[in-house]
Structure formats: C-alpha cells, structure tokens
C-alpha cells in the first residue's frame, strides 16, 4: 500500500525510531486500514472532496481500536458486496459489546492506535494539502475536517487511571538484588542453566543491566570494540539498520549515544567471558557483538534474553514475578537516586547526571518514571517523621 509505506519510511522510520515502535506504528495503521474496509470508505475519494471521517465514525473507530488484532482481521474486505456484509457484521459486533462484553485489548493499546491513526490522518491530510491547484473551498473544508477528526480522536485517547500507576513498574529491593545476583552467580547450585556459556553470559548480562541501567536492546547492541579496556569504558551507540547485525528484529538503543564507566569487576568480567566462553562458539568470530547464543554464537535476539529471565523467574520462586530486564533498569535509578542523597548532590545535579547515563534528552520527562519507588520511599519518611512529630506535640500539650 502506498500511503502507508510512505508514512513509514518519511514519517517514522526516517526518525530513526526503534523497532518495536516502527510495529507499533504499523499495526494501528493496519487497524484504521480494516476499519476503512469494513465501512467501504475510500479515504483518497474523500481527501479530494475535502471530507475525512464524521464524528460518528471517529467514534466507531475508537471503538474498534479497543478489539484484539485477530478479532479485527474478520472485519476485513476487498469488494462492494462483502463490504456490506462487513458493514453488517462491524455493527453486530458493537450491539454484542453491549450484552456480551467481548474480550479487549490493554487501555494503553487502544490509546498507542489512536495515537498514530491520529498522526496517519493528519499526515495524510498534509500530503493532500501541498498539492498544488486544490480548490481553495476544497481546501478550507478539508482542513476543518481533519482538525475536526484529530480533536475527536485525542478526545477518546484513553487516559491512565489511578491504579494503572499504581501498577506501574518499580525497582527491586536491595534483598532481591542480593538474591537475583546469588542465584545467577555461574557457581550457585542454584542456577538455572545448565550450559557452561548460557551460565556465564546470562550471569553477565544481568549484571550489565544491574549496573549499568541499560535498556535490553542497548545491551545486546554493544560490540566487542565498543569496550576500550585500558580507559575501562564502554560506548553505547545509536545504530539504526546496522548492516553487520544479522538478526532479523535487530535491538535498537532508544536513547542518545553516551560513553559510561565500567568498574574493575565488571569489566574483569566481561574481558573472561569473551575469551574463556564466547570465543569458543562457532559463529562467535563471524560479527562483533558481545551477548551470543549458547551452541551457536550467533548474537543474541531480545526474545532469547526475554525467555532467559521468564526461565529465570520460573525457576526461582524467591524472585519477584515482575522481575524483567527493564526492572533493573529501574533499580539502578532507585540506588542512584539512594546514592546522589547520601552525598548531598544537589537535585539540578542529580537530574543531570541522570539523564546524562540514561542517554535522554536535556528536558525529558522520564526520570519521574524511574524515580517513583524511591520518591514513594522518601515521602513515607518524611510522613512517618510528620506523625511522630504530631505524637510528641500532642504529649507536650498534655
């Protein structure tokens, strides 16, 4: 399709955006695409008239975008007869929401779809727009129809509730850190890996993500000559479409370029691993990236580093459920933040030394995202100060 896949490669993949956010993008367009199917709306025919959706279809869009991906599939269409038939069957399926209450996607799905169909509709409407020798009454209209869409869009994103931040994701505690680091030691009898290399570079890998509050995908993008022993660093690079990476979803670093310190253990580590374990493996020698698959050497894919900590979950029951390879991103915050307190640094300090290491941009956001567990901890102290101090105020007044 056309339009699609030049809003794919101008719009998203030119922004040189991460892989999953690429499919992302891709799917809730093939959404909006099934529910143009299955209304029989040819949106190039209205982009000429100066029409996009009316409100009553933005609302029947955003309804759709609630459903399961296979559920929408069955809504699709290629003809004028099964049109009207799926025509019938989109509005059975929205009478049927009223009784039945058919099975829905995550409240940040449906708010990711809208999101980008949002961006896709405005996008198209602009490429429309630039066109010269639109009819300036054609052109009035369709710029009245797309801000009219946008606005009825962004008003049924759906927004995050209460308890949706409460269930958020926060670091572990300092005793599960203790026991993640216990039970991935190579030599614990109670690792879960039997292979020698799988013991070694998943003991690594963990501690890589430990200390260092890399995200999966930077970790697993990081070469053997990104590693300079002699200054004990490590430079985390951007390197979008890499064409010495063979893996087909290749791991994206999300965040911006940085060099980070590596201490003296971590890097003994890592220099044993490569030439005691990883330099052993057939294909290991054939690219240069450090995490590699067990029997193979070929780099190690994000699923096979996702089974690894599911694996590891499973078999260790004294470890948190939620435990995960962005949790350790969020626990390195948490003894950041832990740490930046004990020495007195100032809070604009703190905040830039933060964003530095965690590679975002000078005015992110995020670091109220990866603080929130230690922001809670700070403010039951000061709450539980406040009590006592009403205690002792309410004993001196007796």
């Not at 991906?69 to 929401?97: Q, Y």
């Not at 374990?277 to 994000?302: C, D, I, N, Q, W």
């Amino acid at each position: 399709m056309f339009a699609p896949a030049i809003f794919a490669l101008t719009e998203v993949r030119g922004k040189n955006l991460a892989t999953n956010t690429i499919g992302n993008v891709l799917r809730a367009v093939m959404v909006f695409q099934l529910f143009l199917d299955a209304r029989g709306i040819d949106l190039d025919e209205r982009l000429g008239t100066g029409n996009v959706l009316s409100l009553g279809e933005a609302e029947d869009l955003a309804r759709l975008c609630k459903l399961p991906l296979a559920d929408l599939a069955g809504l699709s269409c290629t003809g004028g007869a099964v049109a009207a038939a799926k025509v019938s069957s989109l509005e059975r399926a929205r009478m049927k929401a009223q009784t039945d209450s058919p099975p829905q996607v995550d409240s940040g799905v449906t708010a990711t779809r809208l999101h980008y169909i949002r961006a896709y509709i405005a996008w198209l409407a602009r490429e429309r727009l630039s066109r010269h020798g639109l009819d300036p009454a054609v052109e009035a209209r369709l710029r009245d129809s797309a801000q009219l869409v946008s606005d009825a869009l962004e008003s049924r994103i759906p927004r995050k509730s209460s308890r949706a931040s409460l269930e958020q994701r926060e670091g572990l505690s300092d005793e599960d850190v203790a026991e993640l680091l216990r039970v991935t030691d190579p030599h614990s009898p109670e690792n879960p890996w039997r292979d020698q290399h799988t013991r070694y570079r998943n003991a690594l890998l963990v501690r890589w993500l430990l200390r260092l509050g890399l995200r999966i995908g930077e970790a697993l993008g990081v070469r053997n000559s990104d590693i300079v022993d002699y200054r004990r660093e490590v430079t985390i690079h951007r390197r979008a479409d890499d064409p010495d990476d063979p893996r087909r979803n290749q791991p994206q670093t999300k965040t911006r370029a940085r060099v980070l310190p590596l201490d003296a253990e971590l890097l003994a580590q890592t220099q044993a691993y490569i030439l005691n374990h990883r330099r052993g493996l057939p294909e290991a020698k054939k690219h240069p990236f450090l995490f590699v698959a067990s029997r193979t050497g070929r780099p190690m894919s994000v699923a096979a580093a996702e089974k690894a900590f599911q694996e590891l979950r499973k078999a260790c029951p004294s470890l948190p459920k939620w435990l995960s390879p962005h949790v350790l991103r969020h626990t390195w915050n948490d003894q950041f933040s832990e740490l930046m307190d004990a020495r007195g640094v100032s809070p604009e300090d703190e905040s830039q030394g933060r964003i530095y290491w965690m590679g975002w941009s000078p005015n992110s956001d995020m670091a109220a995202v990866y603080t929130r567990r230690h922001v809670r901890n700070k403010a039951r102290e000061v709450s539980l100060e406040l009590q006592e101090q009403f205690v002792k105020k309410g004993k001196g007044d007796e």
